[in-house]
């Protein structure tokens, strides 16, 4: 993956738990529906921080796939951490619109952070269905 751009920046800053204020416009928007809720926030700092709440552990891509769209990318990912000793994973999309070079909007999908008793029963629940058996849970 290009660190050279600022897409690649922000992904090496995810798995790095640390976002480099360089690759945002001061006036940037985050847009994201995670579980249950949807919100806004705007500015450098704010997004900021908000997503290194987000992304407060070193963590490692499990896949990434970065698409082209007019005006910027639409980035795929799942990212495994450890958090207190335990494993952590989630699953996320961002459509992310650049203006000169730099991240403009980041609209996010998130389907939550997934703790290592729930990802087990998900990887379960995916052995269950590639021999053909409906899940229960």
Excluded at 12 to 26: N, V
Excluded at 51 to 80: H, I, N
Excluded at 102 to 107: E, Q, V
Aim: net charge negative; hydrophobic share 40%; charged share 25%.
């Amino acid at each position: 993956m290009s660190t050279t751009d600022a897409v690649g920046k922000f992904l090496a800053g995810i798995e790095q738990a640390s976002l480099p204020a360089d690759i945002f416009c001061e006036d940037i928007l985050l847009d994201a529906t995670v579980p249950n809720w949807r919100f806004s926030v705007r500015g450098t700092e704010a997004v900021r921080a908000e997503l290194g709440k987000w992304y407060a552990d070193l963590g490692r891509f499990e896949e990434v796939k970065r698409s082209p769209v007019e005006g910027g990318e639409v980035v795929e990912f799942t990212l495994s951490w450890q958090e207190d000793g335990v494993p952590h994973s989630c699953h996320q999309a961002h459509l992310i619109r650049l203006r000169d070079g730099r991240i403009a909007k980041d609209t996010v999908f998130c389907g939550g952070r997934w703790p290592g008793p729930l990802l087990a029963q998900m990887e379960e629940a995916h052995r269950a269905a590639e021999q053909g058996a409906v899940p229960t849970g």
